[in-house]
């Protein structure tokens, strides 16, 4: 019904900038609150920027003055600029989406991630 597809990660220096992308697709009736997650090997998913469907973003304190995530109603797609990039942000990026489907029921659905890895 709901379906995301990130792009943009890759292998990046420490201090260097990557852009992600998420581009949603499906029949929905409503799409609300979208974000971005991370989960590194051996922790939880952990919540890193969401945006609000009248654009009120929310960021883990730990990305905060380096991640921007913005979202395009029209292209329904959400991306996260991120710099200043350290070790600590290598994960798996997923991106998430809080819709209303044709039966008037609330779901999320998950993208099947992207992998971001900073070294040197």
């Known amino acids: 019904q709901v379906h995301l597809v990130e792009s943009g990660g890759g292998l990046v220096q420490p201090g260097g900038s990557l852009r992600l992308s998420c581009a949603v697709s499906g029949m929905f009736l409503g799409l609300y609150t979208m974000g971005w997650y991370r989960q590194a090997p051996g922790k939880q998913r952990e919540m890193v920027a969401v945006i609000s469907s009248g654009g009120t973003t929310d960021y883990a304190d730990s990305v905060k003055g380096r991640f921007t995530i913005s979202r395009d109603n029209a292209k329904v797609t959400v991306d996260l600029q991120m710099t200043s990039l350290n070790p600590e942000d290598t994960a798996a990026y997923y991106c998430?989406?809080?819709?209303?489907?044709?039966?008037?029921?609330?779901?999320?659905?998950w993208g099947q991630g992207t992998q971001v890895t900073v070294s040197a």
């Open positions: 998430n989406t809080d819709t209303l489907d044709r039966n008037g029921r609330r779901r999320n659905d």
